[in-house]
């Protein structure tokens, strides 16, 4: 892995495990195992450092919103909510800490609105996808509603936990709690054998890589 790269992934870790307010370029220096100045040579500051991890945010988001809902329905949806879940957990400190740091990286201020607006279209076509394999019964007339609310209950359910007290590392249940609560929006109109798989789907997204606080 090349220098640069290597201080991008690394920093990312950091931030996800300290916090990015937390995190001193001395810090991350000795976590590299490089003397400050030769991380100084790649990044002047930590705010370019931050915007280097937003180009890599940006393509994480861009390559989970060209999923579509293509073949089994159920498998499909539940490819989703693990690759959602994966943003959640790889980039954890910008979910989590952007008090700390102020603004987003200029990718993610420029294009936040619109991925929140695709992630409602993409939630919405797997939704009425589930509908027309006839394991969902819900009018299309709600669906984007529903796909509303959903992303809601995704992308802030960590934080409601962390507000709550409560933690939300890896082994605590916040991920399944985060997962089964969005599935409360539909779960009442999904086949038995539907819901059956998507409820052991998330077990499964719980057990997978860690998510820092």
Same mark, same amino acid.
């Given at each position: 892995?090349?220098?640069? +790269?290597?201080?991008?992934?690394? #920093?990312?870790?950091?931030?996800?495990? %300290?916090?990015?307010?937390?995190?001193?370029?001395?810090?991350?220096?000795?976590? /590299?195992? !490089?003397?400050?100045?030769? /991380?100084?040579?790649?990044?002047?500051?930590?705010? =370019? /450092?931050?915007?280097?991890?937003?180009?890599?945010?940006?393509? $994480?988001?861009?390559?989970?919103? =060209?999923?579509?809902?293509?073949?089994?329905?159920?498998?499909?949806?539940?490819?989703?909510?693990? !690759? !959602? !879940?994966?943003?959640?957990?790889?980039?954890?400190?910008?979910?989590?800490?952007?008090?700390?740091?102020? +603004?987003? =990286? =200029?990718?993610?201020?420029?294009?936040?609105? +619109?991925?929140?607006?695709?992630?409602?279209?993409?939630?919405?076509?797997? /939704?009425? #996808?589930?509908?027309?394999?006839?394991?969902?019964?819900?009018?299309? %007339?709600?669906?984007?509603?529903?796909?509303?609310?959903?992303?809601?209950?995704?992308?802030?359910?960590?934080?409601?936990?962390?507000?709550?007290?409560?933690?939300?590392?890896?082994?605590?249940? %916040?991920?399944?709690?985060?997962?089964?609560?969005?599935?409360?929006?539909?779960?009442?109109?999904?086949?038995? $054998?539907?819901? *059956?798989?998507?409820? *052991?789907?998330?077990?499964?997204?719980?057990?997978?890589?860690?998510?820092?606080?």
């Amino acid at each position: 892995m090349k220098t640069r +790269d290597r201080i991008v992934v690394t #920093a990312q870790r950091l931030f996800n495990e %300290a916090g990015y307010g937390a995190v001193t370029t001395a810090a991350l220096a000795e976590r /590299l195992g !490089m003397a400050e100045g030769n /991380l100084w040579y790649h990044f002047k500051t930590k705010r =370019a /450092l931050l915007d280097a991890i937003g180009e890599h945010f940006a393509a $994480a988001i861009e390559a989970r919103l =060209a999923l579509e809902p293509e073949g089994d329905p159920v498998e499909a949806y539940a490819r989703l909510l693990r !690759m !959602m !879940m994966a943003e959640f957990r790889d980039f954890r400190f910008l979910y989590r800490d952007q008090p700390a740091y102020g +603004d987003h =990286a =200029a990718v993610i201020a420029e294009h936040a609105a +619109d991925w929140t607006r695709q992630t409602f279209s993409q939630i919405e076509a797997y /939704l009425a #996808a589930l509908a027309s394999a006839g394991v969902l019964d819900l009018p299309p %007339a709600r669906l984007a509603d529903v796909a509303v609310n959903a992303t809601i209950l995704l992308r802030f359910g960590l934080e409601h936990e962390r507000e709550l007290g409560g933690a939300t590392a890896s082994g605590t249940g %916040a991920v399944r709690r985060t997962l089964l609560r969005h599935l409360t929006l539909f779960e009442h109109a999904l086949a038995p $054998a539907a819901l *059956a798989r998507l409820k *052991a789907a998330i077990e499964a997204i719980e057990a997978e890589a860690p998510l820092a606080a």
